[in-house]
Structure formats: structure tokens, C-alpha cells
């Protein structure tokens, strides 16, 4: 009878503990380990591109910086990236929410960071 006590214990625990790690990735954001990866410079060029039909603008992508994920009803990427406008070249922080299973994506936010 112990024995089996000691099990169900040892399983709510498991599941509490898994609980709590998933509630703060659903929350959190997580670093992007390869921003050069595939997917990620597509999120990137859709950023860019939203952003010139949107602002009339024409932009032209340079490089992802950097970047991190957040899991929401789909991903939400939050991206660093370098674009230049003519001889310009200006870093810009972009958010795009995207649905893969529906092959839905979004750019929630494009704005030019202050150079230093």
C-alpha cells in the first residue's frame, strides 16, 4: 500500500513539474540558436516585404541579427534584422505571428532601433 502511495506522489509531481515548465515557454521567449536557418530568414523576408506593401517603402533584406520565439495560437517571431533603403542600412526589430497549419502569417510590429 506504501508502495503504491509513494507512486501516485511521485507522478503528481512529474505533472506539476511539467505543468510549470510549460506554462513559462508559453509565456517566455526563447532564443533563436540559428537565425540563419531556413525558415527563420523566409520570416524575415516576409517582415521586410509586409512592411514595404504596408509603408511604400523599399526595403531590401541584409541579414537576421538575431531573434527569439514565443509560443502563443502559433509562434510569434521576434526578429533583429539589418535592411537597407538605398545607401541606408538601418536595423529594425520585426514581430510576425504565423499559423503553419493554416499557412497564416502576420507582421504585428516594424521599427526602425536607434543607432548608437
Not at 506522489?9 to 533563436?32: D, F
Not at 512592411?51 to 538575431?66: A, C, E, F, I, M
Not at 505571428?97 to 516594424?110: A, C, D, G, M, Y
Request: glycine letters at 6%; proline letters at 2%; hydrophobic letters at 40%.
Amino acid at each position: 500500500m506504501m508502495t503504491r502511495h509513494h507512486c501516485l506522489l511521485l507522478l503528481s509531481l512529474m505533472l506539476v513539474s511539467y505543468a510549470t515548465r510549460s506554462k513559462a515557454t508559453l509565456a517566455g521567449w526563447e532564443p533563436i540558436k540559428d537565425v540563419k536557418e531556413q525558415h527563420v530568414v523566409e520570416i524575415a523576408e516576409y517582415a521586410v516585404s509586409e512592411y514595404d506593401k504596408r509603408s511604400g517603402t523599399k526595403l531590401q533584406l541584409v541579414s537576421v541579427l538575431k531573434g527569439e520565439t514565443q509560443v502563443v495560437a502559433g509562434t510569434n517571431y521576434r526578429l533583429v534584422l539589418k535592411a537597407k533603403g538605398g545607401s541606408a542600412t538601418t536595423q529594425y526589430e520585426a514581430v510576425v505571428w504565423e499559423k503553419t497549419w493554416v499557412h497564416f502569417r502576420n507582421l504585428t510590429s516594424f521599427k526602425a532601433l536607434p543607432s548608437y
